[in-house]
């Protein structure tokens, strides 16, 4: 079983810029959750996809938009980064009925310069 | 919504001492609780989980957490701590119809020989 899979590890961008990150979510899950984690703090929720629909959405701008692909792959767009964008974004990924419970992928360091 | 609140932002021990992490919550319906553990450069791995029935929970590696709904808490233990168990310790709270995952902000736990 192949757990959740983020790519690419680190990254670094200058503000303004955009950045698309990647998830794979673990297999046999089919709704696939965004998380940012700023340096000291606990994970913020972004938005979750189910079905390739957004299903549910944090405190979170417009400029943070993203895509779930027909095999529950998913994508994390940022737009016009800004320096706050500075965080570890996780994936995470939960399969029918398992309460909530959702397995975490490593994370995608992004540095806005 | 959910909330999460870890009262403790660090807490240093000694091997072979116990410990106790604490959790409240707060929340108008029913609740599904969690405690996840992050290494250093690592994404989140779930540790132990209350859905519902018996209010103490174990994880195999001898951590329990016991839910108190009169008091709405979720604290975290381990009669003897290892070097090993370092690391920073999440609290999250879902809602059983709410997708979004609320977490604390996190409590650094630190071991020393």
């Known amino acids: 079983e192949t757990g959740v899979t983020q790519s690419p590890t680190h990254l670094i961008k200058t503000r303004g810029q955009q950045v698309t990150l990647r998830c794979s979510s673990q297999s046999g899950h089919n709704t696939v959750s965004w998380y940012q984690q700023a340096l000291g703090q606990g994970p913020q929720f972004i938005f979750q996809?189910?079905?390739?629909?957004?299903?549910g959405r944090g405190n979170f701008p417009p400029r943070f938009s993203g895509l779930q692909f027909p095999n529950y792959s998913s994508e994390l767009n940022v737009n016009a980064l800004e320096l706050d964008d500075s965080a570890l974004y996780l994936c995470a990924s939960m399969g029918v009925n398992s309460y909530n419970e959702q397995f975490f992928g490593p994370g995608t360091r992004l540095t806005v310069l | 919504a959910q909330s999460v609140t870890q009262l403790d932002s660090q807490v240093p021990v000694f091997e072979e001492a116990p410990v106790e992490l604490r959790c409240n919550y707060s929340s108008s319906v029913s609740v599904y609780l969690f405690w996840y553990v992050q290494y250093p450069n690592q994404g989140l791995q779930l540790l132990l989980k209350y859905l519902s029935g018996s209010t103490l929970v174990e994880s195999i590696n001898g951590f329990e957490a016991e839910f108190n709904k009169s008091q709405t808490s979720f604290h975290l233990r381990k009669p003897s701590v290892h070097i090993s168990d370092t690391a920073e310790y999440f609290c999250?709270?879902?809602?059983?119809?709410?997708?979004?995952?609320?977490f604390g902000a996190g409590t650094r736990l630190t071991v020393k020989p």
């Open positions: 999250a709270v879902s809602s059983y119809n709410n997708n979004d995952m609320r």
């Open positions: 996809y189910y079905r390739e629909e957004e299903n």
